[in-house]
């Protein structure tokens, strides 16, 4: 079974930056499809971005475009997640997952396999 676990939330002021990633183990996740989601409290649980298997083809929900930028490594078996000019509306944990196939879509129900989340808050 492939572990995923995330890191690098933190807390930080708004406009500022912060840089996620996620380590899988256990298996390679370099033929699947990634994606980011985030769970605020009380809300359910939201698309962010999404990579597919070689990293060509990415996919952002509409408010995080030209702020957050999705990337891969295989040959680290890591996913990225660059959170630029944050915003307080951008607070949540942030879950990193994996796609059954290489291309991945915004479905959360699609995606196998999920990490324990890091915490992200952004104050105004």
């Known amino acids: 079974q492939v572990q995923l676990v995330e890191s690098g939330g933190g807390l930080v002021q708004a406009g500022g930056s912060l840089r996620l990633s996620c380590a899988a183990s256990?298996?390679?996740?370099?033929?699947?499809?990634m994606g980011w989601f985030r769970q605020a409290p009380g809300k359910e649980r939201e698309f962010v971005a999404a990579?597919?298997?070689?990293?060509?083809?990415?996919y952002y929900t509409d408010s995080v475009k030209g702020r957050f930028t999705i990337s891969r490594d295989n040959t680290k078996n890591t996913v990225y997640l660059q959170m630029n000019s944050l915003k307080p509306e951008d607070t949540a944990a942030y879950y990193c997952?994996?796609?059954?196939?290489?291309?991945?879509?915004?479905?959360?129900?699609?995606?196998?396999?999920w990490g324990q989340g890091t915490q992200v808050t952004v104050s105004s």
């Open positions: 256990g298996r390679t996740v370099n033929t699947y499809g």
């Open positions: 997952a994996r796609h059954r196939t290489g291309w991945p879509n915004k479905n959360v129900y699609e995606y196998d396999a």
């Open positions: 990579i597919s298997w070689h990293g060509g083809i990415t």
